[in-house]
């Protein structure tokens, strides 16, 4: 990946991550990258792309932390509960794609599978750490809803009240 193309994924993901999907352009993730739209669509020759990218990307980071969690010694929900701390903390944003997931039917069917692949995953690494597949469900639910309460209420400590049953 070079570095323009890694630039614009991470304009992009900030402006999804912060106005969701209707809340960026070709021209504002040019603008913060410094250069032209035209370069942005050579790379992502359509939004859908650029966004299937973005949530690929973030969907493998985010997995890839948990499982670094998980080989630190982390019990699989804790795991999962501090990496979703750690991305509100870093940036107080929400998790790219549980903001994706809320406007899902406005979604292509690009994007709406990598945002699944999201969900699909936790929920099937959640499995793999021993929770039968309600509990999972139960466990990555209530960490969006945390993430996104404390984002809308603008206060980070309420993702501790709202996720602290799972601990």
Same mark, same amino acid.
């Given at each position: 990946?070079?570095?323009?193309?890694?630039?614009?994924?991470?304009a992009a993901e900030e402006r999804i991550r912060g106005g969701g999907y209707s809340g960026f352009s070709f021209?504002?993730?040019?603008?913060? %990258?410094? *250069?032209?739209?035209?370069? *942005? @669509?050579? @790379?992502?020759?359509?939004?859908?792309?650029?966004?299937?990218?973005?949530?690929?990307?973030?969907?493998?980071?985010?997995?890839?932390?948990?499982?670094? $969690?998980?080989?630190?010694?982390?019990? %699989? *929900?804790?795991?999962?509960?501090? %990496?979703?701390?750690?991305?509100?903390?870093?940036?107080?944003?929400?998790?790219?794609?549980?903001?994706?997931?809320?406007?899902?039917?406005?979604?292509?069917?690009?994007?709406?599978?990598? *945002?699944?692949?999201?969900?699909?995953?936790?929920?099937?690494?959640?499995?793999?750490?021993?929770?039968?597949?309600?509990?999972?469900?139960? %466990?990555?639910?209530?960490? $969006?809803?945390?993430?996104?309460?404390?984002?809308?209420?603008?206060?980070?400590?309420?993702?501790?009240?709202?996720?602290?049953?799972?601990?």
């Open positions: 990946m070079t570095d323009t193309v890694s630039a614009i994924l991470d021209r504002d993730v040019a603008a913060d %990258v410094g *250069v032209k739209s035209s370069s *942005v @669509h050579y @790379h992502f020759p359509a939004k859908e792309k650029l966004a299937a990218a973005v949530a690929r990307r973030y969907t493998d980071r985010f997995v890839e932390a948990v499982d670094a $969690e998980i080989a630190n010694g982390s019990e %699989v *929900v804790e795991a999962w509960r501090d %990496v979703f701390r750690t991305a509100l903390r870093r940036d107080g944003r929400m998790c790219l794609c549980g903001a994706l997931a809320a406007t899902s039917h406005d979604l292509s069917e690009e994007i709406r599978v990598e *945002v699944r692949r999201f969900f699909e995953l936790g929920i099937a690494k959640l499995q793999e750490g021993g929770l039968d597949r309600g509990t999972a469900i139960r %466990v990555l639910s209530a960490l $969006e809803g945390a993430m996104l309460t404390a984002n809308i209420l603008g206060d980070q400590t309420v993702f501790e009240s709202g996720s602290a049953a799972l601990a």
